[in-house]
């Protein structure tokens, strides 16, 4: 057994993980989501009783990131930008959960690509909701600030 399969990580192979990583990764991560004090009802006001679309949206949204499949159609910024409620904290913890999940699933470039690309998205969204471009502060995991940029 690797250590990969050990620690429960999917195989980092190339740097790109498969489609079913990609789903077991937002399925996971959603259910974090939905779980999650402050996260959980300013998704689900949105997002309702349509997960299931809203994931299958996700897998075809992170599959076209790491694998180039194309399957993504739509504009992420001005979805975003419609959420009421939105405030900083809420990245800190977006943020905080995607490193924690991807961190568990992936190795190297893979986890480096998912959580840079994590990072942007946040990173373009607050200046959307806010007027300044961020600078998120890590310890491990964990967002623990953000700085103006």
């Not at 079913?20 to 991560?29: D, H, M, R, Y």
Request: aromatic share 12%; proline share 4%; with cysteine.
């Amino acid at each position: 057994m690797t250590a990969a399969a050990s620690s429960g990580r999917q195989a980092d192979l190339h740097g790109e993980p498969t489609r079913e990583a990609i789903a077991q990764l937002v399925q996971a991560f959603y259910e974090d989501i939905r779980a999650h004090p402050e996260l959980g009802p300013v998704f689900g006001a949105v997002i309702g009783d349509h997960w299931s679309a809203h994931l299958e949206r996700m897998v075809e949204f992170w599959c076209t990131v790491m694998l180039g499949t194309h399957s993504f159609k739509g504009n992420v910024f001005g979805k975003h930008m419609q959420i009421d409620g939105v405030r900083p904290a809420h990245f800190l913890s977006w943020l905080s959960l995607w490193r924690q999940h991807t961190t568990q699933r992936f190795d190297g470039l893979a986890r480096e690509r998912l959580q840079q690309t994590a990072a942007g998205i946040a990173r373009n969204l607050y200046y959307g909701y806010f007027g300044v471009f961020p600078r998120f502060r890590y310890e491990g995991t964990a967002a623990i600030d953000v700085l103006p940029d």
